[in-house]
């Protein structure tokens, strides 16, 4: 079992940037799946961006050339560097971890709104 905390989020302006952070405990980070997703008001929680054990990443349509996903096994933590945010980026971000088993986990998530 993998338990994941987030943290970095906040108040940022049109345009400007925020990285926000996910620190896993637990064993084995290396091996799971890493992904952000994001909630916002009203809306259906939706990926963000997903990092596999290999490094391999994938984006949805919407952040593709904004944000980076990446991860660091050494310090069991994944990041996402948002750059050009947008107001429609506003949303709780959540982090999730997914084992070779397809068992998946949450964190707590963290606000980040994007003022116009």
């Known amino acids: 079992q993998v338990q994941l905390v987030e943290s970095g989020g906040g108040l940022v302006q049109a345009g400007g940037s925020l990285r926000i952070s996910c620190a896993a405990s637990?064993?084995?980070?290396?091996?799971?799946?890493m992904g952000w997703y994001r909630q916002a008001p009203g809306k259906q929680r939706e990926m963000v961006a997903t990092?596999?054990?290999?490094?391999?990443?994938n984006y949805a349509d919407s952040v593709k050339g904004r944000f980076t996903i990446s991860r660091d096994n050494a310090k069991n933590t994944v990041y996402l560097q948002m750059n050009s945010l947008k107001p429609e980026d506003t949303a709780v971000y959540y982090c999730?971890?997914?084992?070779?088993?397809?068992?998946?986990?949450w964190g707590q998530g963290t606000q980040v709104t994007v003022s116009s």
């Open positions: 999730t971890a997914t084992n070779i088993w397809n068992a998946n986990y």
């Open positions: 990092i596999g054990s290999g490094g391999s990443s």
């Open positions: 637990g064993r084995a980070f290396s091996n799971y799946r």
